[in-house]
């Protein structure tokens, strides 16, 4: 009796063993998403009230949907978009992430239309204030958030540091997340740390302002994102997307100055392929074809590729 006791256990633990396997090879296996090699992403150009973050969400809103209707798989907002960068009201209308109000808005708002979205917001993190952004999944889920590194001096006094960099695999390609200024980060550090991390596309909520008087026609607008986002583009043979918000910057060390809009989208090998109308009242969404392929290299194998090598070791 006790021999056969034995044997049962035996059995029951080999079954347990199994059903764990099973369950692990079950959970690899959704885990590894299938990849969309074309696919649509709409650079939501959008108007940024400061401190107004209702009219900030509603127009949010109306844009993510608008963009879903069109077909985009992802809708890439603008830094700060609740309430405006350097605005005061961060102080005391930041929320938690992912479980406060401005965050749990956008979570929503995915999930209702079935897109991916990615954007810039104000955090509070238990009396810390940080200037954030955020990838929320088509289940409405945050699956990558990114609290600003390289943030202007004269931010230092509303926002936190950050302190780390993240990318994340998806079905739209593995995906990497930078805030505005961190992409003029000296060396390129930051973008090229991305492509060393695997990233097919960087997005990068952004912010772009400029004085008042400033002529565009003299003078183009944009050309520490052009230099940054060439240089990591052809790098590391991959997407670099800026999307800045629009509008009149109503308080803080830019009061007076205007958001201008003209974001940017850079290619695999350096190649712009797009760039959004400039102006203050440029509030606009403007679709771009992503075309994803096998990243070319990983690790020290990159220097192969900077050489012209071929994965055979011909030129």
């Known amino acids: 009796m006790k021999l056969y006791s034995k044997s049962l256990n035996i059995g029951f633990f080999t079954l347990f063993l199994l059903f764990l396997c099973g369950c692990d090879k079950s959970i690899e296996e959704k885990s590894k998403p299938v990849l969309t090699e074309k696919y649509t992403l709409a650079m939501v150009q959008m108007k940024v009230e400061g401190g107004s973050p209702d009219q900030n969400l509603e127009r949010a809103s109306y844009h993510i949907r608008s963009a879903a209707a069109q077909g985009?798989?992802?809708?890439?907002?603008?830094?700060?978009?609740?309430l405006g960068w350097t605005h005061p009201s961060v102080r005391e209308m930041a929320y938690a992430i992912p479980d406060g109000k401005t965050c749990r808005f956008l979570c929503e708002e995915a999930k209702k239309s079935n897109i991916f979205v990615c954007a810039g917001?104000?955090?509070?993190?238990?009396?810390?204030?940080?200037?954030?952004?955020v990838l929320i999944s088509p289940s409405g889920e945050v699956i990558l958030k990114h609290r600003k590194l390289n943030e202007l001096d004269i931010a230092h006094d509303l926002y936190a540091q950050g302190d780390r960099l993240g990318v994340v695999k998806t079905r739209l390609g593995t995906i990497g997340l930078y805030i505005?200024?961190?992409?003029?980060a000296s060396g390129n550090t930051l973008s090229k740390s991305l492509g060393y991390m695997g990233a097919d596309v960087i997005l990068s909520p952004s912010a772009w302002?400029?004085?008042p008087g400033f002529n565009n026609d003299s003078t183009p607008y944009g050309e520490p994102w052009i230099t940054a986002y060439t240089e990591a583009s052809?790098?590391?043979d991959l997407w670099v997307v800026g999307v800045s918000n629009v509008g009149k910057v109503s308080e803080g060390p830019w009061k007076g100055w205007d958001c201008?809009?003209?974001?940017?989208?850079?290619?695999?090998?350096?190649?712009?392929?797009?760039e959004a109308p400039f102006g203050s009242e440029a509030d606009t969404i403007i679709y771009l074809d992503i075309n994803l392929r096998e990243r070319p290299a990983r690790g020290t194998s990159w220097h192969d590729f900077w050489a012209g090598k071929q994965p055979n070791g011909n030129q």
């Open 209 to 211: 302002a400029v004085p």
């Open 180 to 184: 505005c200024a961190d992409a003029s």
């Open 260 to 274: 201008i809009g003209n974001s940017m989208a850079y290619g695999p090998g350096g190649v712009q392929v797009m």
């Open 72 to 82: 985009a798989k992802i809708a890439l907002l603008p830094e700060m978009m609740d």
């Open 121 to 133: 917001i104000a955090e509070n993190d238990r009396g810390a204030i940080y200037n954030a952004a």
């Open 234 to 236: 052809k790098l590391f």
